[in-house]
């Protein structure tokens, strides 16, 4: 029997979004094969955790292509993204938290690279004058990540529909947590 890489990552992904502490031993019984076979393919919980991370990012730019920035109005692209992320939220969530992923010279320059995009995209939206210019495009993209993870983890536990996602984050967003007077 030959082992599903690709398989093994996404039972991980989903155990570990759900617990973010779990052992190797309950990753390996969530993905259906024995611990040692585990051990095999990913030496450690670094290792498993390196290689969810290149999943991620894939995802992450893969969400990003498919959203075509560039098209349309800020809100639209935005909210294209953000239904693309979607199916990978927890995912990136669970990666956001995991603290050696951001440690020295092994970050992994794929995060660099995202941060950019997304930056890239808030600056240009900027440039047209649909989106507020009195917050960087830097701290916008960390807002942006901090809400996929937040609305990712709330549609977990069951505190908000997981219908609602995209529409929170976009609008907490682009329209902030201020009352509007029509309101």
């Known amino acids: ?14 155990l570990l979004t759900r617990k973010s502490t779990a052992t190797m031993d309950e990753v390996a019984r969530a993905a259906g094969i024995g611990r040692a076979t585990l051990h095999r393919h990913f030496a450690g919980r670094d290792a498993l955790v390196r ?34 992320i979607e199916p990978s939220a927890g995912l990136l969530s669970f990666l956001v938290t995991e603290n ?47 809400l996929i993870s937040s609305a990712a983890w709330a549609v977990q536990a069951g505190r908000v529909a997981g219908q609602d996602f995209a529409y929170m984050i976009v609008e907490l967003l682009l329209g902030g947590a201020r009352r509007s007077v029509e309101q």
């Open 1 to 14: 029997m030959t082992l599903d890489r690709e398989q093994v990552l996404r039972s991980a992904a989903a």
């Open 51 to 84: 290689a969810l991370e290149e999943l991620g990012i894939q995802e992450f730019e893969a969400a990003l292509d498919a959203a075509m920035l560039d098209e349309g109005t800020s809100q639209e692209a935005l909210r294209r993204f953000v239904a693309a």
């Open 100 to 146: 050696q992923l951001f440690e020295g010279d092994g970050q992994n320059d794929g995060w660099d690279r995202l941060d950019a995009r997304v930056a890239a995209f808030f600056r240009r939206g900027q440039e047209r004058g649909e989106i507020r210019i009195d917050l960087t495009p830097a701290w916008l993209t960390e807002a942006l990540y901090g």
